[in-house]
């Protein structure tokens, strides 16, 4: 006779990019053992995949883990962690004064999406033309930050990915339908002023992150800081 299986809560979500409401349960003790190797393996490739492996596994495939912005993933991830292995977590902060690492516990479940803004999508570059803009993917983060290239080559490579499209007033070109080569000499034809719209909008992103405070173990003095990063929330 089989053993018999234990049934797995079930939770409610919303993707902060989307605002979708997504049902998810805990990760279960064969999905945090993948976690566990990924992280020994300091690998960010192998994060990022364990992480998207079991966000799938928990929400039975209802979020496309491949079209999550980082802070998506970050938020999504987060929100299992908290009901999957507690609700709080230890975390390494340097003192904003000292610079003295504390230990400190934050709660998980407080995570929060910053920097959202809809309008931040439309950039118009002059009277003639608009650009819709889209967040990079983590695939399209992680690939360009391990690639070889260039620290200049990667911009111009995630400024290319994060274009949804080019509006006129009679036509919509849609970036997907164009060649990767296309689509930077077009970058490259902006003046620097509009070059500068799409590099704020990466550079503006939206952020998950998680409110911490503490008084610094050396010097006393008292810190406020905002908690963000992929390693943070996969401790």
Do not use: W
């Not at 975390?91 to 998980?108: A, G, M, Q, R, Y």
């Not at 290239?149 to 006129?168: C, G, N, Q, R, Y």
């Amino acid at each position: 006779m089989a053993l018999p299986k234990l049934d797995a809560p079930r939770y409610e979500m919303k993707i902060p990019s989307t605002q979708e409401k997504v049902i998810y349960r805990p990760y279960l003790v064969k999905e945090e053992k993948i976690l566990m190797i990924a992280m020994e393996s300091q690998d960010e490739k192998h994060m990022v995949r364990a992480i998207k492996d079991v966000i799938s596994a928990c929400t039975e495939g209802a979020v496309n883990v491949d079209s999550l912005a980082m802070f998506d993933l970050e938020y999504v991830f987060t929100q299992l962690r908290s009901k999957s292995a507690g609700e709080t977590t230890k975390v390494s902060l340097k003192c904003e004064h000292c610079e003295t690492p504390n230990d400190v516990i934050v709660d998980l479940s407080e995570i929060k999406v910053v920097g959202i803004d809809k309008d931040k999508h439309k950039i118009k570059l002059n009277d003639d033309f608009v650009l819709m803009m889209k967040y990079p993917t983590v695939n399209q983060l992680v690939n360009t930050e391990s690639s070889k290239k260039s620290d200049v080559d990667k911009m111009f490579d995630l400024l290319a990915e994060v274009i949804d499209s080019l509006h006129t007033a009679d036509e919509v070109f849609d970036m997907k339908e164009q060649s990767k080569d296309e689509v930077k000499d077009f970058i490259e034809s902006l003046n620097s002023e509009q070059f500068a719209k799409i590099r704020q909008f990466i550079e503006e992103s939206p952020t998950a992150q998680i409110s911490a405070s503490f008084d610094c173990t050396n010097c006393k003095e008292h810190n406020d800081i905002e908690v963000q990063g992929l390693g943070n929330f996969f401790a």
